[in-house]
Each structure stands twice: as structure tokens, then as C-alpha cells.
């Protein structure tokens, strides 16, 4: 089975070499804390909530009529995999239909697409360490070991109240479409 490639994000990216010591600015982020945390917050629920329709709509996909088996699935399932079987349970109910196939299979792309990004911003913000913001909006996300001279770096990506309010702005719609979008293949 070919392993699908992940997606890329279109977040800021900066290394930043670990000076002999770690240390973070607690008074930059007490100054921030109240312009993210209900930002990221919010996020994350409204997130929760899309993973809750996708769950719905696979569980519809494999057990028309009860949701039973459809969450003996996803039971143990992270939201990519989930990605990936919504895909693989719709992609040939589509092929099989006549009408506007070439519509649907581009819009069955789109949805993966948007859930994937979505699913890598999910990941950021959850996963950041927040306390490392800087005044720029970057925040650490992971730590690395230079191949080259053995030194430490920290991956920081860009992620302000801007980014998080532009992700959240995407989830809603995509969450309606989502439903839409299997209602619509039932009809058929």
C-alpha cells in the first residue's frame, strides 16, 4: 500500500539554536495569555467538533441505520486515519454514481485537503509549547538535533491570534459541507 505523503502547512518556519541553556520569557506570555488562550481554546472545541461530524458520517457510511459499527472502527482511529477512511468509503460510492461524478471526486479531494491542514494546525496548537512564544507570534513546536554539528535547534512556527482565527473560520463551513456532501450521496 503506497503511504500518502503529509501535508504540507503553510505556517512561518524558523530554527532556533538552543543556547547552551533553555530559557523562556514568562512575562511575554503573561502579556499574551489572554489574547491566545480563549483563541486556542476555542479551537480546539470547535475542532472537537468536526471530528465528531466526520465520525458521524463515516459510522453513517458503514453501518446505514446504526452507528454501531461505524464506531467499532473509529474507536481507535487518530483523526487522519479517519481522513483517509471517509475517503475510501466515499471515493467509490462516487465513482459508481453518474451524475456529476468529476464534481464530486473534486470535491471529495478538496475535503481532504482542508481536513488534513486543518488536522496539522490542530496538531500546532495543541502540541506547542506555548510558554516559548515570542513577540513575533512564533512558537516552539518541536526540538531537532542538527545531522551536521550535533547541536540542538528548536523548530518554531508562526502562529498568532490571526493564524488560529483564520483556521477557525474554515472548520465551521467545511463541518456543513461535510454532512451536505453524504446526505446528498444517500439521495442519489
Known amino acids: ?12 518556519t524558523k530554527l532556533e539554536r538552543l543556547d547552551q ?20 481554546g476555542k479551537f480546539l472545541i470547535e475542532f472537537s ?16 441505520g446504526s452507528h454501531d459499527t461505524g464506531y467499532a472502527v473509529l474507536k481507535n482511529l487518530d483523526f487522519s486515519s479517519k481522513i483517509e477512511l471517509f475517503y475510501d468509503l466515499v471515493y467509490p460510492l462516487v465513482c459508481c454514481a453518474e451524475k456529476r461524478k468529476e464534481q464530486k471526486l473534486l470535491q471529495i479531494k478538496e475535503f481532504r485537503n482542508k481536513l488534513d491542514n486543518l488536522c496539522v494546525l490542530r496538531n500546532k496548537i495543541a502540541h506547542a509549547k506555548w510558554y516559548t512564544l515570542d513577540k513575533d507570534g512564533y512558537v ?13 535547534n528548536f ?10 482565527k483564520n483556521g477557525l473560520k474554515r472548520i465551521e463551513p467545511l463541518s456543513e459541507k461535510l454532512s451536505d456532501f453524504t446526505e446528498r450521496l444517500w439521495a442519489q
Do not use: F, Q
Open 49 to 64: 467538533n468536526l471530528e465528531h461530524t466526520l465520525d458521524i458520517e463515516i459510522a453513517e457510511l458503514l453501518g446505514h
Open 1 to 12: 500500500m503506497k503511504k500518502r505523503a503529509k501535508p504540507k502547512n503553510d505556517l512561518e
Open 21 to 40: 541553556y533553555d530559557y523562556i520569557d514568562e512575562d511575554l506570555m503573561y502579556k499574551k495569555r489572554d489574547k491566545y488562550a480563549p483563541l486556542i
Open 140 to 152: 516552539r513546536v518541536s526540538v531537532k538535533t542538527n545531522k551536521i554539528d550535533g547541536l540542538i
Open 155 to 164: 523548530r518554531k512556527l508562526k502562529i498568532t491570534p490571526t493564524i488560529i
